[in-house]
């Protein structure tokens, strides 16, 4: 089909396509009869220069499923290789995803369009509950100021899809990212050999050599971790296929947010040893930019020794970088002029002890009714008059401390009613306090709560 219908002239780069054609694999969504647009983000839409009038046309819908491919555009499914909880698969790639194309400098991409050379033991679909949960939570970590790819459209595609559960509606999410190059990407172009292939991924991720990569995304990387580490964010599938060079936030599959403060969180069905606990996060941040510097080493240096000794070099720089990032972060939420590493940890162990709701918290702190969620009131007293000697300025703090974030029962409730505009409104202006909006603001009970992965 041709775009003829579109009131626009829709051009999309194949500039990954073109400079990494070793990555590309040209393929085509599996035709959908009837789309149906569930949401659509208007902002990002015009952000991107896309016709917002036309996109909730039947065509705008056939654009956003994969179906309707404007003149030029050339969808390709992008390989990779990546760590999987520790094991390495050195071919992984889009198995249920499209990247279009860019437009405006970043990334269109499908995900749920249809099988691809890449798909596996998977059909390739995606359901209409983690899409637009993905939807919702991707959003909610822009509006909180956290780097992430992007959420467009999710279409409705009209087609059933075999889960354990039984058949479920299918839908394509339409995401938005600077580019999808991922820590995998790297180990597979360094897996197979082809050092050129590694220098042009190097180049076209805008680096000027691999040192300067690693430099970069370590720094992104530990920028990134802290901030989810500031909100109570768990990714749930740290794979090294899931980490981004441009530092932004992707895959949310079985991600969630941490209610009762306890760093051996996990949600994840198959995350049974807790390898991506919410504690360990930052730990595996630094293991999967160890897998990075691997990768790279060729393109380091000629001499392997001379190699692994600078990118050991800015390895090192990976703690420093996140505990000052972390700590700047945690300074802005407790309201201080200048990071305080240990009042910040005693308070966390102390919210730790009783399993305080973490988000919930920082808003009773600026608020003074902090004390009230503490049965152990000595022990919060003696934190809080150090808290005070640090002359906090109270009136800061609610700039950086949500009162609404996509808890799990929210999510859940929106996903089951079919309505989730109202939770999107909420946690996509997650620090503006409305008194309609209250029962956004409370506590669910995550005990048992489960994700799932490639859902
Ligand atoms: P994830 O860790 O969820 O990002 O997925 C790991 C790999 O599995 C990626 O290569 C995905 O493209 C692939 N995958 C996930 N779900 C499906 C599916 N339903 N069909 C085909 N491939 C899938
Ligand atoms: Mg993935």
Redesign the pocket.
């Known amino acids: 089909m041709s775009i003829t219908s579109s009131p626009m002239s829709l051009a999309l780069d194949d500039r990954f396509a073109r400079d990494l054609p070793e990555l590309a694999v040209a393929s085509q969504a599996t035709p959908v009869d009837d789309p149906q647009l569930l949401i659509l983000n208007e902002p990002l839409a015009a952000e991107l220069g896309l016709d917002v009038d036309w996109l909730r046309t039947p065509a705008g819908a056939q654009f956003l499923a994969g179906n309707l491919v404007p003149d030029g555009t050339r969808p390709v499914a992008q390989a ?1 290789a ?1 760590h ?1 909880f520790g094991g390495f698969n050195p071919r ?6 499209l990247l279009l194309g860019s437009i405006n400098g970043r990334d269109l991409h499908l995900k ?1 369009s249809g ?2 050379t ?9 359901a209409v509950g983690p899409m637009l949960r993905e939807y919702v939570v991707s959003e909610a970590m822009h509006a909180l100021g956290i780097p992430t790819t992007r959420s467009l459209a999710v279409v409705a595609t009209g087609r059933p ?1 075999r889960r354990e559960t039984g058949l479920l509606p299918g839908a394509v999410l339409a995401r938005v990212a600077t580019n999808h190059l991922r820590v995998g990407s790297f180990q597979y172009a360094a897996a197979t050999g082809n050092r050129d292939l590694l220098t042009r991924l190097i180049a076209h991720a805008g680096a000027a050599s691999a040192m300067d990569l690693l430099t970069t995304v370590i720094d992104r990387q530990a920028s990134l971790i802290a901030q989810w580490m500031c909100v109570g964010f768990i990714h749930g ?1 740290m ?1 090294t ?2 980490m981004t060079i441009s530092g932004e936030t992707i ?1 949310y ?2 991600c969630a947010f941490m209610d009762a403060y306890d760093p051996a969180t996990v949600f994840s069905s198959i995350d049974t040893q807790g390898r991506y606990a919410y504690g360990n996060q930052p730990v595996i941040g630094e293991w999967n930019l160890a897998r990075l510097a691997e990768a790279l080493l060729p393109a380091i240096h000629d001499d392997e020794d001379q190699a692994v000794a600078a990118a050991t070099e800015v390895l090192h720089g990976y703690r420093p970088a996140y505990v000052e990032a972390w700590g700047e972060g945690m300074r802005a939420k407790l309201g201080l002029a200048a990071p305080d590493v240990p009042l910040a940890n005693d308070l966390l162990a102390l919210l730790h002890a009783e399993r305080v709701d973490y988000t919930g918290f920082f808003r009773a702190l600026s608020r003074g009714r902090a004390r009230d969620l503490l049965v152990d009131r000595d022990a919060f007293d003696a934190w809080h008059v150090r808290w005070v000697a640090a002359g906090p300025d109270v009136a800061s703090m609610d700039a950086v401390n949500p009162v609404y974030i996509p808890r799990n029962h929210l999510v859940e409730e929106a996903l089951a009613s079919g309505d989730v505009a109202p939770l999107l409104d909420a946690v996509t202006h997650p620090f503006e306090e409305r008194e309609s909006l209250e029962r956004f603001a409370e506590p669910g009970t995550d005990e048992g709560y489960r994700t799932f ?3």
Do not use: I, K, M, W
């Not at 992984?92 to 995803?97: E, V």
């Not at 890449?118 to 995606?126: E, I, Q, V």
């Open positions: 990779y990546g999987q992984l790639g889009d198995g249920r995803a749920g099988p691809t890449f798909s596996r033991g998977g059909d390739g679909f995606a899809l599938v794979n296929d899931n895959d599959g079985p992965c490639g859902t």
